[in-house]
């Protein structure tokens, strides 16, 4: 089709059939003997250049026959330049015709150059090229672009009509295009033609086969959008390497976009680009580009990403925050993340700058939130608790990526993020310290962790027949909570309440604080081992006493167990138990012994909670109750020496972070009488340091002391109801590895995971799904790696119907074998699809 015929059939017309009436202006007279051209018996055709005043008369008679049903449609040719201000369409005497019906040109997509494009998608390159050279080449050189070329045997062989998919199919092909090209040499020819046309590429290989014209095509390709985006000039050892004219530049970026994003090419692109960037098979451009700072914004060639992850560095290191945070935006798609080293390193630098942020945005905030504890604790359950969240995440990040971390280009950020935090933390400990020593504790008005039996608990099993589950978590603290309620509260009532631990913040006080009758009768004994616990007279300094006092309150009525066994379907519950206490130790142990990899722990022990309140629903249980003994800091940021001098006195020392005797206070410490630290006890006073320091060095983590995160706990109440979590039938999850490969050779290998919804209601609902690797035991031996798209508290994925996500896996270090990586409810628990999968790791 001419370029003429292009214009009145499928630019003109259309406008023409559903309006009417058509104004068509042309200010350089290009358009004009094509309008004419339109007119027949139902359409009229005004030419308002041959004269104002009988143009203007005669569109008038042409719209009256318009109105009459006379003509079908009427098209005004005006030469001149359309009015676009309201004054100059009110000199305009043809202004009304646009006004009841439609003009041309209408936007950007009517220029003669957008137009072309249009009627020439296969030759774009020559067409830009055309125009570069002529911004108003007549219609002869349009038509004439192209040569009559067609790519018949190309278009047959590889089942694509246009020159992109033509090409996009040359650098990736199916297999059943692979196979259609080969012992067919007849299509050689066009492909050369081809590529000379749309890209400019001079085919240098003498070789027949699709191999050898692939491998220069990709070179071509990556290595011309690697120019396009490079804001300065090519290293001389570079310039005579063929490159795409700047008017291919629009085909050469929507190929490699395509290749980048299409999950079928993905991992062709990554092998591709890596072959071209090396120094044995391709540019070298490591050697050659290396000291380059600005390289644009895409990263073509892996070395890119490498250079734009410094950067990043290099800006949150210069405290240039807003950079950093741009540039990990600009390459949160990056085709390079689906490699799991660098999502890794990726994910690690976001939580950086997320936490420094959050630091900075509560800094500002404290001083009009910490005037009085009352202030001070409100801002910490509201918003100050984000802060403690982010930093956990962070320190998860430290622990899943440091033992990658060879040449150590993460040791300066884990530095100065730690510093930030810590000096934010030291500001608000010393506030709550100051409000501490005079405001005493617990608060007045609220929550104090001995009245949640009390209050929660025991109305409950009042009534008959009522059946409440206790669950106690030695070591949750609030920003916790927050996350375990949100993950909860889609399957059940859930309600969380702030509570204030009894002080000394250690397990076995806090347990016992939990009891039934600690609100009333609570007290810190004298001993030979310094002291215990008692309520209503009776010590439960120890998990058998503490569960017997419960038994002889409650009889058969009540029954108790770890919650991992119960999870672990290790344990019965008896019909005529009301009151079934869970016990969970996970998190305090693994944090007072393996403090470095215990953010890991955590999100195991909240993913078991989740499980078990799923099973108690199922055994007939209408109320559960979660409590803790008490929070904790994950003291990172401390040096070596970071620790405070016991206070002077009689004192027994309590877990390093808190004195029970008799003293005088000190520039370094507080000293309140232990009844206004809520303690009754043989003891005068209690002391502690101001600080967040320890008596001990190179603590990680602690607890035991006065602090926000120690002292402030989450109080989690649950009406059990039917579970609202998605059923198999509403969705299927598809696992894919590398477009099928069965071999990982990474302890971080990325699982694609695609949710398909099966139900036409819930085309917008959102899923949760677990991932986790299995080996033939069923023993996990790998995790999703939290950040991105995965829950860090959870380690979890939520996903729409339709959703994909990339998800790395962490494998066990010590794993090597055959196992499976499994997609499970994270409340059930049950499998929506599996991958067989077996390492063959590089020693």
Known sequence: MSIKAFIQEEILMPRLQKAQVLAVYDPDGRYGELCLGMADDNRWVVDAGISSITSRAEAIEALSALGRNEIEQLLIYVPATKPIEDEEKQKDPFALYPACGAVFPDGDGDTYLSICLKAKPDHATQVRAVFAENANPGFAVIDAIGGGFSWPNLRALLSVESTRDILFALLSPSEAQQKAIKGNDAWVGEVKDLLKVSMGLDLKTKGKSWSSIADELWRYLLFSEFIFDLPESLPESLSNVPHAPEAARPLIEDLCERLRNDRRTQNVYVQRAESIESKSEGLNLVEACGHIKDLGVKDTFPFEERTFLKNAISSLLEDNIDQA???????????????????????????????????????????????????????????????????????????????????????????????????????????????????????????????????????????????????????????????????????????????????????????????????????????????????????????????????????????????????????????????????????????????????????????????????????????????????????????????????????????????LGDGQADAMHFCVEAEKAGIQSDYKCFAGPLSMAAYRDRLLYYHGGCSLQECVVPVIQLQLKQSTSFEEKEVSIELNYKNGAKRI???????????????????????????????????????????????????????????????????????????????????????????????????
């Open 325 to 659: 945070r741009e540039i990990i935006s600009n390459h949160a798609a990056s085709v390079w993340n689906g490699k799991g080293e660098s999502q890794a390193q990726w994910d690690f630098l976001r939580s950086a700058v997320t936490l420094i942020e959050c630091c900075r945005d509560n800094d500002r905030a404290l001083q009009d939130h910490g005037k009085s504890m009352d202030a001070l604790i409100d801002f910490y359950i509201s918003r100050f608790r984000e802060v403690d969240q982010r930093h956990r995440e962070f320190e998860q990040a430290v622990s899943d990526y440091v033992w990658q971390d060879i040449q150590g280009i993460f040791t300066p950020v884990q530095a100065f993020v730690r510093k930030q935090y810590g000096i934010l933390i030291g500001k608000v400990q010393s506030l709550f310290t100051k409000h501490f020593q005079q405001t005493g504790w617990p608060v007045t008005g609220r929550m104090s962790n001995t009245e949640v039996f009390d209050k929660m608990v025991a109305p409950q099993l009042e009534i008959s027949g009522r059946k409440i589950a206790f669950i106690m978590v030695d070591t949750l603290r609030y920003e916790l909570g927050v996350e375990l309620e949100k993950q909860l509260s889609e399957e059940t009532q859930a309600r969380i309440t702030p509570a204030l631990v009894q002080l000394p913040s250690i397990t076995p006080v806090g347990m016992a604080g939990l009891l039934p009758g600690a609100s009333a009768d609570f007290k810190l004994i004298k001993t030979d081992a310094g002291f215990a616990p008692q309520v209503t007279g009776s010590v439960v300094a120890n998990v058998t006493q503490r569960m017997d006092f419960i038994k002889k309150k409650y009889g058969s009525r009540f029954q108790e167990t770890r919650l991992e066994e119960f999870v672990r379907k290790r344990f019965d519950i008896s019909p005529d138990t009301d009151l079934l206490v869970l016990r969970s130790v996970e998190i305090d142990a693994h944090f007072e012994n393996n403090p470095e990899t215990a953010p890991t722990e955590i999100t195991n022990a909240l993913k078991r909670i989740r499980v078990a309140v799923h099973k108690l629903r199922e055994a007939g249980f209408e109320e559960v109750v979660i409590a803790t003994d008490h929070g904790f800091f994950m003291n990172t940021h401390a040096g070596p020496g970071d620790t405070c001098q016991k206070l002077p006195g009689e004192w027994v020392n309590i877990h390093d972070r808190a004195l």
């Open 745 to 843: 050779t990474t302890r971080l290998p990325v699982i694609d995971v695609q949710a398909i919804s099966q139900s036409l209601f819930s085309p917008d609902k959102e899923f949760e799904i677990l991932l986790e690797a299995h080996d033939k035991k069923g023993n996990v031996v790998g995790e999703a790696k939290p950040g991105g798209p995965v829950n860090p508290a959870t380690r979890s994925i939520m996903l729409q119907a339709g959703g994909k996500e990339k998800v790395a896996i962490k494998m066990s270090m010590e794993f090597e074998g055959r196992f499976k990586i499994k997609a499970l409810n994270p409340t059930t628990m049950t499998a929506y699809d599996q991958l067989d999968l077996e390492t063959d790791y590089t020693v």
